[in-house]
């Protein structure tokens, strides 16, 4: 079994009790709060300023050529296409492009990026793939699994969230070719080292679980 397999299959119970979180029911059944979609936006915006940063990281300790244009090719798809529907839909929703810059993470999402640079910037590009594969393919496989056993609804204000996510052919081929790469790396390394990789691995897994809750609850840092 790939390594990357071994991964996922350990992300599953988290992603179980991802698709039982109210944000996700909620979503779902089209009875989320605005209001809470756009607390999303806000915070995950500068989240993903974060994750781009770390993916350029990757870009300079990629191996080979090859490595460096998947690695690139990645983070130009979430700087032009990811963060660019975040802005689209803050956009709709009042936000400017200058606010979504400037917000400040609420305490789960910017624990949760703050675990990511540690592992990137203590190690190679094998810890940079695997403390990231939870961002990179969660939600994809959450979207996938929930349109196989949902019907979301045409009336349902948030049908192109899924739309969005569950049938991203760019996405897919981005994934896959990542994972790729970090099956390729993960043969090249002791089982200790290994398990270095799946521990980041799993404290994201676990940060991207709590982080719905944290969306749900419009969570804030407290104040003075």
Not at 6 to 23: K, N
Not at 50 to 67: C, D, H, Y
Request: aromatic share 12%; glycine share 4%; proline share 4%.
């Amino acid at each position: 079994m790939s390594f990357s397999k071994e991964l996922r299959l350990a992300a599953d119970p988290f992603l179980e009790q991802q698709m039982g979180t109210p944000f996700v029911q909620g979503l779902i059944h089209g009875t989320l709060k605005s209001e809470q979609l756009e607390y999303w936006v806000r915070v995950d915006y500068p989240y993903l300023v974060n994750f781009s940063r770390i993916l350029s990281m990757g870009v300079s300790q990629a191996p080979n050529v090859e490595a460096m244009s998947l690695v690139s090719s990645y983070l130009d798809y979430i700087l032009s296409g990811e963060m660019a529907s975040h802005e689209a839909f803050a956009k709709r929703c009042g936000i400017s492009r200058a606010e979504l810059e400037s917000q400040i993470m609420g305490p789960v999402k910017y624990a949760y990026s703050q675990h990511e640079y540690a592992s990137a910037s203590q190690g190679d590009l094998a810890d940079i793939l695997a403390v990231l594969a939870p961002c990179m393919f969660g939600w994809q496989i959450l979207s996938k699994r929930i349109l196989e056993s949902h019907v979301i609804e045409d009336l349902n204000p948030y049908r192109w969230w899924f739309e969005t996510y569950g049938a991203d052919d760019a996405l897919d081929g981005h994934v896959t070719s990542l994972l790729e790469l970090l099956d390729e790396l993960a043969e090249k390394v002791s089982p200790d080292r290994r398990e270095q990789l799946r521990t980041h691995f799993l404290r994201s897994e676990y940060f991207e679980t709590i982080a719905w809750d944290a969306y749900f609850t419009m969570e804030s840092w407290p104040k003075n």
